[in-house]
């Protein structure tokens, strides 16, 4: 691990992962979802087709990001002040949006895997903000003197494992997640937002 990234580096974008994951967020909602509807089990390939779509939109902004560097080592810079510019902006909007509500009616009709991992592809890989996310998370991660290739590797599996872990937890507990973002909604998303605000500032200032 520390060959490919600093164990520092790797332990911060672990814990930021983590509140990534747990924060609500498109993939998150539809594995709840699904979860609620068609059991955990089955929304496993909801939550494939998710993690397929997030490592082609992570691979996307982290080699478009490594041919800037390449070009000038200046754009890392301005990319982290930017992206933490922007992670602050999105959680000063999180801070103030609403408790996330999830409306579920089952119509009786059963869905095939490929159209759940299908959902679930789609939603990671065609959401824009998606990618405006990621490319400016990434950049305050990324270390022009060791391999992209490497370093994308790492990102890719540390981010995927945690939120493969986070939704399958919110599918596995769907009955109970429901009502709980219902009752703490709002307080959840204070909590998260002042997070993004916190990383979205910190983050560019790192040496």
Excluded at 184 to 193: D, M, S
Aim: aromatic share 10%; charged share 10%.
């Amino acid at each position: 691990m520390c060959i490919a990234m600093a164990l520092n580096t790797w332990l911060l974008f672990l814990v930021t992962s983590v509140g990534i994951s747990l924060t609500p967020g498109p993939n998150g909602l539809l594995a709840l979802t699904h979860g609620a509807l068609h059991g955990g089990r089955k929304t496993l390939f909801t939550i494939a087709g998710g993690l397929i779509g997030f490592v082609l939109v992570i691979a996307l902004c982290m080699f478009g990001i490594g041919a800037l560097v390449q070009a000038s080592i200046i754009w890392l810079v301005v990319l982290k002040w930017v992206g933490g510019l922007y992670l602050a902006w999105l959680g000063v909007k999180l801070w103030r949006s609403p408790p996330v509500a999830v409306e579920v009616s089952s119509d009786g009709v059963t869905v095939s895997a490929p159209a759940l991992f299908r959902a679930g592809l789609l939603t990671a890989a065609t959401n824009p903000k998606c990618l405006l996310f990621f490319s400016a998370l990434l950049p305050q991660f990324i270390d022009p003197d060791r391999s992209l290739l490497v370093q994308f590797t790492v990102v890719a599996m540390t981010y995927t494992v945690t939120e493969f872990v986070t939704e399958l937890a919110i599918a596995s507990f769907a009955a109970r997640v429901r009502p709980w973002l219902a009752r703490v909604g709002r307080r959840f998303n204070q909590v998260c937002g002042g997070i993004f605000v916190a990383v979205g500032l910190a983050l560019p200032l790192r040496a």
